[in-house]
């Protein structure tokens, strides 16, 4: 009966155990994405100010354009620019 008892109670360890990780896997798995595509944003800001150079447009990198870029991928970039280009 003991025996019965133990397999039950790692059972339901084994079972919160795996539901702990599914729930706390989702927002890490978001923070992840999102810092990747901040790093691709900074890049495509960079590879901008060198094009958009020739023309004397710069986009400042700060934490805003980073972020906006991240969220909103390339529409994000070119409201950056159109942004810089109204003000």
């Known amino acids: 009966m003991q025996i019965l008892m133990d397999i039950g109670i790692i ?8 539901v702990g990780v599914k729930i706390l896997a989702a927002p890490i798995r978001g923070i992840v994405k999102f810092l990747l595509h901040a790093g691709l944003g900074i890049l495509v800001l960079i590879l901008v100010n060198i094009v958009s150079g020739f023309f004397n447009i710069y986009v400042p990198i700060t934490w805003t354009s980073v972020v906006v870029s991240g969220l909103a991928g390339i529409p994000g970039i070119a409201l950056l620019i159109l942004l810089k280009l109204l003000f």
Do not use: P
């Open 11 to 18: 059972a339901v360890a084994i079972l919160l155990i795996y």
